[in-house]
C-alpha cells in the first residue's frame, strides 16, 4: 500500500478534481488519493464479476449466446423453458413483471402519432404497432430513468400509410423511416450505441414481418434491414423452420383485433351459446388464383376449400367482405384459418377470442405464445395437402373430443391472452409480450453489464 501512496495518476486526478472545487476550499489530498484507490478496485471487482459472469453465461450450453455476432442466428428463442404457472399465478399485479423496466422513446410525431389522423391506423390488423406502444405508455413497466430500463421501446409506426388505390398499406417507407428512428435515438441518446442496438424493441406486423414485404419471394429477397439485426423485433411472421424474414431475435405476437368489438359482440352472443354455423371462413377465395411471379394466393389452398365444400349444407363459405362477420364466427362451431400470402391470419385471434375452435390450414406456422397458449388443446391444426379431408377430419373431433377443446377454448384466461387492450391488463396480450421479454433478460444491458455505478461512470 505505502508504494501506491502517490501514485503517478494521482496529479491528473487532483488537477481533474481542483476543476470541481471552489477557489478558496482546500482540496483533501489524502482523502483523494484514499477514494482513487478505493474506486480502482471497485472498477477492478465489478469487471472481474462482469467477465465471470458473462463466461458462464456464454459457457453454458442451454443458454443463448449473449455476444452480438452469434445473436442474429438465434432465430426462435421462444424454446426457452416457460413457466406455466405464469397464467395460473394472479397473487401479485405484475408477478413475473415486477423486475422488467421498459424505457419508451419519444420520438416526433411523423414516426408514429401524427399517422393516427386516420382513424385505421389503430384499429386495422397491423394496429399491434399502435396497441403495443399505447398499451406500455401507461403500463407499470414503463421507466422514466433509461439508465435503469432493461428495454428500449421504439416506437415507429409503419403500416398507416394506406394506398388511395386498394385501401391496403404500403410500407414501401418502412425501411427509411425506422431506420430514421434508430439514427435520431443513437445521436440523442447514448443507449444505442453502447449495445448496438441489442436490447431494443420494435414492431413489425405486417405479413412477413421485419422484412416489410407482403411477397415473400421479395420479403426474403429484402431480407430484414442490417440496422435491426441485433434487436428484438415483435412480429406476427412466424414459421417453426428457419426462414430469412425471423433470423432476429423476435417474439411472435398475434395480429390486432379490437377487443372493444370482441367484447360487444359477446354480449350478443356469448362463447357458450348456440352455434348454429358448422364449419365457418369468410374472405379472399379465388376460384381461378393468379400465378404471381410463380405464387398462388393462399398456395391454393383456399381454392381447393371453396371447390370441394362450396355447396356443402354443413360449411357456409363466404367470398365477400362483411363487417359482420364477427357475429357470424360467434355463431360457428369451427372457424376455418387457412393461410394467405404469410402464414398467419386475423381469423386466429378472433376465433379464439369469440369461442369458436379455430382449424388452423398453414403448414409449419409458429403461433403466438406458444409457450403461455396451449396452442394444441384449444384448435385444430390439418395440414395443407389434406385440405380435402376437412369434412371427415371435423366431423371425429364433433364426434369425440370437441367439447373438451370448446372448454380448453372457452377458459376466459386463454380467450384473454390474444388481446391487446387500450390499458395493459392481466394475462392480455402486452402482457404476454412483456413476459417473453422477460425471457430475454440476458440482453439487458443493465442485468448484462452487473453494474449499475460502471455505467454511470464511464
Ligand atoms: C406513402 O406511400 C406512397 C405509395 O403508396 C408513397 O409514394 C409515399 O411516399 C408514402 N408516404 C410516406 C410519408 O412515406
Ligand atoms: C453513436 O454512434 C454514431 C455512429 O458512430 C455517432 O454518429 C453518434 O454520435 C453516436 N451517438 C452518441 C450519443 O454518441
Ligand atoms: C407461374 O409463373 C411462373 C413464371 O412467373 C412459371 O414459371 C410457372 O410455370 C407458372 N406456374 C404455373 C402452375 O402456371
Ligand atoms: C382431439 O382429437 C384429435 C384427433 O381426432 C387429436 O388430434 C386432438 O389432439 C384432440 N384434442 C384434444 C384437446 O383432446
Known sequence: MSEQKKPPKSRVF????????????????????????????????????YFFTSYLITSNPNTTPTSPDTSSHVSNSESHAVPRALMDSETNSLGVL????????????????????????????????????????????????PYEADFFFVPVYVSCNFSAVNGFPAIGHARSLISSAVNLVSMEYPFWNRSKGRDHVFVASHDFGA??????????????????KNSIVLQTFGVVHRHPCQDVENVVIPPYVSPESVRSTLENFPVNGPREIWAFFRGKMELHPKNISGRF?????????YRKFNGDRRFYLQRHRFSGYQLEIARSVFCLCPLGWAPWSPRLVESVALGCVPVIIADGIQLPFSSTVRWSKISLTVAERDVGKLGKILERVAATNLSDIQRNLWDPRTRRALLFNEEMEYGDATWQVLVSLSEKLHRSYRTFSGSDELQSDT
Not at 211 to 228: K, V, W
Request: charged share 20%.
Open 211 to 228: 422484412c416489410f414485404h407482403s411477397l415473400e419471394d421479395a420479403a426474403i429477397a429484402d431480407g430484414i434491414p442490417q440496422i435491426l
Open 14 to 49: 487532483f488537477v481533474g478534481m481542483k476543476l470541481l472545487h471552489k477557489p478558496g476550499n482546500k482540496p483533501p489530498q489524502e482523502k483523494n488519493s484514499f477514494f482513487h484507490t478505493y474506486y480502482k478496485w471497485l472498477l477492478w471487482l465489478s469487471l472481474s464479476l
Open 297 to 305: 394466393y393462399s398456395k391454393r389452398v383456399r381454392t381447393d376449400i
Open 98 to 145: 415486477k423486475n422488467l423496466k421498459m424505457f419508451v422513446y419519444e420520438l416526433p410525431p411523423k414516426y408514429n402519432t401524427h399517422w393516427l389522423a386516420n382513424k385505421r391506423c389503430g384499429n386495422h390488423l397491423f394496429a399491434s404497432e399502435v396497441a403495443i406502444h399505447r398499451a406500455l405508455l401507461t403500463s407499470e413497466v414503463r421507466s422514466f430513468h
